[in-house]
């Protein structure tokens, strides 16, 4: 089963970006649709953007114009570079395996996340 590591986190002010990264084992990544999701402490899980395996994207109306999601199948990765993030954004953010952008039903495990603060 494809098992997945998320980093980038970090301490960023208000306007500034990161960028997340999202490791997977296994060679079949580029079959896998995946999707980036945050979860706040005492809050679900919800979903941020997606990205199927024919490059067709779909975000969250809250980071829409802002996040963006790309892939490198070459390294098993998958991105979510954050731009103009606000002090709302500051959340765990999580990778997985989806079963499509717009159904976005993990198929793989939660790793630890990454966590990122945006400071006012």
């Known amino acids: 089963q494809v098992q997945l590591v998320e980093s980038g986190g970090g301490l960023v002010q208000a306007g500034g970006s990161l960028r997340l990264s999202c490791v997977a084992s296994?060679?079949?990544?580029?079959?896998?649709?995946m999707g980036w999701f945050r979860r706040a402490p005492g809050k679900n899980r919800e979903f941020v953007t997606a990205?199927?395996?024919?490059?067709?994207?779909y975000y969250a109306d809250s980071v829409k114009g802002r996040f963006t999601i790309s892939r490198d199948n070459a390294k098993n990765t998958v991105y979510l570079q954050m731009d103009s993030l606000k002090p709302e954004d500051t959340t765990v953010y999580y990778c997985?395996?989806?079963?499509?952008?717009?159904?976005?039903?993990?198929?793989?495990?939660w790793g630890q996340g990454t966590q990122v603060t945006v400071s006012s």
């Open positions: 990205l199927d395996r024919s490059g067709s994207t």
């Open positions: 997985a395996a989806i079963t499509g952008i717009y159904s976005r039903t993990p198929v793989t495990p």
């Open positions: 296994g060679r079949t990544f580029s079959y896998y649709n």
